[in-house]
């Protein structure tokens, strides 16, 4: 870890300082994107007698499973205007690429994956298109990754999905299967490199297997990520703490209401694939 990353990472929690392109899924009321986003903000703030320009600039390509009206109603009292505030505000942080919703990670090795991109201009969302021609018409996109030149613009090296769930209880185990299932999918076409990680805040289960049934959140993820050949690189206790204080709400999806209760009894998994 670096003189500067250290200084925003404790020596308990995993560390950013590599990662350029940072996908992330579910983000539900996007307050965790606007955390990353902040952080982003600091590191580069940490950094300016370190690093050239763009080798410390980060690019967050911020995504939710759910329409613009489930949004809105779920975490804006489905007050449209509050909501088309927040993301406008949030588009503006200089490390936010993009923002989209109707993202299915469960279809994200489908070539015809799609999704709609908030167009902060005309203060909307735009037309249904492919997620894999993100970069391809954005402006903002363009300019922050043709400051990058010495990589490819189109890369993502880091994928973030926190606390993967559905609304039927035991799915979870299928959704997060799914996932590396496609990005093994992707991996294997060139669409991902090879060398992109996946990381996840996932809640500690209970040992009873009876209990853990009745759990929604019941991941078998170690047997996924063997399944889709991915090696585990590290897990980390809780840092829902550390994210909290840049501006992250962990909340139920039903209610909007906060569940940073469980965060003691979470752990930040890292995998990388196989080649």
Same mark, same amino acid.
């Not at 669409?191 to 805040?201: A, D, G, I, S, Y």
């Given at each position: 870890?670096?003189?500067? *990353?250290?200084?925003?990472?404790?020596? *308990?929690?995993?560390?950013?300082?590599?990662?350029?392109? %940072?996908?992330?899924?579910?983000?539900?009321?996007?307050?965790?994107?606007?955390?990353f986003a902040t952080y982003a903000q600091q590191r580069q703030q940490q950094v300016v007698e370190t690093l050239r320009n763009e080798d410390r600039k980060i690019?967050?390509?911020?995504?939710?499973?759910?329409?613009?009206?489930?949004?809105?109603?779920r975490y804006y009292e489905n007050n449209t205007e509050k909501f088309c505030k927040s993301l406008g505000s949030l588009h503006d942080l200089e490390s936010v690429?993009?923002?989209?919703?109707?993202? !299915?990670?469960?279809?994200?090795?489908?070539?015809?994956?799609?999704?709609?991109?908030? !167009?902060?201009?005309?203060?909307?969302?735009?037309?249904?298109?492919?997620?894999?021609? %993100?970069?391809?018409?954005?402006?903002?996109?363009?300019?922050?990754?043709?400051?990058?030149?010495?990589?490819?613009? *189109?890369?993502?090296?880091?994928?973030?999905?926190?606390?993967?769930?559905?609304?039927?209880?035991?799915?979870?185990?299928?959704? %997060?299967?799914?996932?590396?299932?496609q990005l093994r999918i992707c991996i294997d076409d060139n669409r991902l490199p090879p060398n992109v990680e996946l990381e996840m805040r996932l809640r500690s289960?209970?040992?009873?297997?009876?209990?853990?049934?009745?759990?929604?959140?019941?991941? !078998?993820?170690?047997?996924?990520?063997?399944?889709?050949?991915?090696?585990?690189?590290?897990?980390?206790?809780?840092?829902?703490?550390?994210?909290?204080?840049?501006?992250?709400?962990?909340?139920?999806?039903?209610?909007?209401?906060?569940?940073?209760?469980?965060?003691?009894?979470?752990? %930040?998994?890292?995998?990388?694939?196989?080649?």
């Amino acid at each position: 870890m670096s003189t500067f *990353d250290s200084v925003l990472t404790p020596n *308990d929690q995993p560390s950013y300082e590599k990662y350029k392109r %940072v996908l992330l899924l579910g983000e539900a009321d996007f307050s965790f994107t606007r955390a990353f986003a902040t952080y982003a903000q600091q590191r580069q703030q940490q950094v300016v007698e370190t690093l050239r320009n763009e080798d410390r600039k980060i690019e967050i390509i911020a995504t939710e499973y759910g329409d613009s009206c489930s949004i809105a109603s779920r975490y804006y009292e489905n007050n449209t205007e509050k909501f088309c505030k927040s993301l406008g505000s949030l588009h503006d942080l200089e490390s936010v690429a993009c923002i989209g919703c109707g993202l !299915n990670a469960r279809l994200l090795g489908d070539k015809s994956c799609t999704w709609r991109r908030w !167009n902060n201009g005309k203060q909307g969302w735009e037309n249904p298109s492919s997620f894999w021609n %993100v970069g391809n018409d954005d402006n903002k996109l363009n300019k922050i990754s043709n400051e990058n030149q010495h990589r490819n613009k *189109d890369s993502i090296d880091l994928i973030i999905f926190n606390f993967p769930h559905t609304e039927q209880a035991g799915r979870a185990t299928k959704l %997060v299967r799914a996932l590396f299932r496609q990005l093994r999918i992707c991996i294997d076409d060139n669409r991902l490199p090879p060398n992109v990680e996946l990381e996840m805040r996932l809640r500690s289960l209970e040992t009873d297997l009876n209990v853990r049934k009745k759990i929604r959140a019941f991941y !078998n993820h170690e047997e996924a990520a063997e399944e889709s050949r991915f090696e585990l690189i590290g897990n980390w206790p809780s840092d829902l703490k550390r994210w909290e204080a840049l501006g992250y709400k962990h909340k139920w999806t039903r209610r909007n209401a906060t569940c940073l209760g469980i965060g003691d009894a979470c752990q %930040v998994w890292r995998w990388r694939p196989f080649i």
